[in-house]
């Protein structure tokens, strides 16, 4: 009875690092992006032990575990954290033994993925003296093809260029047009955004004039084209609104098909009706043939 006790008691003092577990899962919003596009990471941790998960010190509670990533390019070498990034991935994050905390962060603000290829990234979280991994995801990087470009001196600046270009790719099976402003001078990226579903039938046009005001306008469904308004200034670029039209350039209204949209249905039925299949033997004795009626033939009155 005495050994059951010691046991007992030796065991209340073990450290509560031997159980800790924890299990981590993270994604991404698509498998593919544009050459400078944000890429958001979705990270879940799940603690499976019994004290609590803290990443990040908050008020008077001390935190107790990390979280960190391995980016890996095409050639298989780990991307380091630029020396000037000292933000936390995640700030004051606190998971209670049972639950799911989550967050989500850009990975384009800690690490550069500026080559075009593929990445492979995984989070490392440490608690309780264990590490723990979670899965790898893969990502690819493209260039994109460009659709039309222009280039225009930065309002205010005689030695700022910028070149606005529109391009596409294809993500989850569909082509995506995406808005790219980058400075010519100093090889600066101001930004990618991605616009939508585009139909590469009509051309699409971009403006922009000399107090920086940009104007989009592509084809982004049958007989639906969007308009979108940026502006470019010295601190970068600014949506400012977007609307959607008929190629007449009336309101597009998606409470109607997109065939009825300032166009008449066509007459007719324009379906393509297949023949049915007749054997050698109804051809040679003549069955299955339509059947074809005649005329009356009236005899004719004297």
């Given at each position: 009875?005495?050994?059951?006790?010691?046991?007992?008691?030796?065991?209340?003092?073990?450290?509560?690092?031997?159980?800790?577990?924890?299990?981590?899962?993270?994604?991404?919003?698509?498998?593919?992006?544009?050459?400078?596009?944000?890429?958001?990471?979705?990270?879940?941790?799940?603690?499976?032990?019994?004290?609590?998960?803290?990443?990040?010190?908050?008020?008077?509670?001390?935190?107790?575990?990390?979280?960190?990533?391995?980016?890996?390019?095409?050639?298989?070498?780990?991307?380091?954290?630029?020396?000037?990034?000292?933000?936390?991935?995640?700030?004051?994050?606190?998971?209670n033994p049972g639950q799911i905390g989550s967050f989500t962060f850009d990975l384009t603000d800690y690490y550069t993925l500026n080559d075009v290829g593929n990445y492979k990234v995984?989070?490392?979280?440490?608690?309780?003296?264990?590490?723990?991994?979670?899965?790898?995801?893969?990502?690819?990087?493209?260039?994109?093809?460009?659709?039309?470009?222009?280039?225009?001196?930065?309002?205010?600046?005689?030695?700022?260029?910028?070149?606005?270009?529109?391009?596409?790719?294809?993500?989850?099976?569909?082509?995506?047009?995406?808005?790219?402003?980058?400075?010519?001078?100093?090889?600066?990226?101001?930004?990618?955004?991605?616009?939508?579903?585009?139909?590469?039938?009509?051309?699409?046009?971009?403006?922009?004039?000399?107090?920086?005001?940009?104007?989009?306008?592509?084809?982004?469904?049958?007989?639906?084209?969007?308009?979108?308004?940026?502006?470019?200034?010295?601190?970068?670029?600014e949506y400012v609104d977007r609307r959607y039209v008929t190629r007449e350039g009336t309101p597009y209204n998606f409470k109607v098909s997109a065939e009825q949209q300032d166009r008449?249905?066509?007459?007719?039925?324009?379906?393509?009706?297949?023949k049915p299949k007749r054997s050698l033997w109804q051809k040679l004795t003549g069955q299955g043939k339509e059947d074809v009626k005649k005329e009356e033939v009236k005899p004719v009155?004297?």
């Open positions: 009875m005495l050994n059951r006790l010691i046991v007992f008691i030796l065991l209340c003092f073990v450290s509560t690092s031997a159980f800790s577990n924890a299990i981590i899962e993270i994604k991404s919003d698509h498998a593919k992006y544009l050459k400078f596009e944000n890429i958001y990471i979705s990270v879940k941790i799940k603690d499976e032990s019994y004290s609590p998960i803290i990443i990040g010190d908050k008020d008077d509670i001390e935190a107790n575990a990390s979280v960190t990533f391995q980016v890996i390019n095409s050639n298989n070498k780990y991307l380091p954290l630029p020396l000037t990034t000292h933000r936390p991935f995640v700030e004051n994050l606190i998971v995984k989070a490392i979280v440490t608690f309780g003296g264990k590490v723990f991994q979670s899965n790898v995801i893969s990502l690819e990087v493209f260039n994109g093809m460009e659709l039309i470009s222009v280039q225009k001196l930065l309002p205010g600046y005689m030695d700022k260029t910028r070149e606005y270009s529109l391009r596409y790719m294809v993500r989850e099976g569909t082509e995506v047009i995406f808005f790219r402003v980058d400075e010519l001078e100093r090889g600066l990226n101001y930004g990618v955004v991605p616009l939508g579903d585009f139909i590469r039938v009509v051309k699409p046009e971009l403006l922009v004039d000399l107090d920086g005001f940009v104007k989009i306008k592509y084809q982004a469904g049958y007989n639906c084209f969007a308009i979108c308004y940026f502006l470019s200034d010295i601190t970068g670029i008449p249905m066509p007459k007719g039925d324009s379906e393509v009706k297949t009155e004297e």
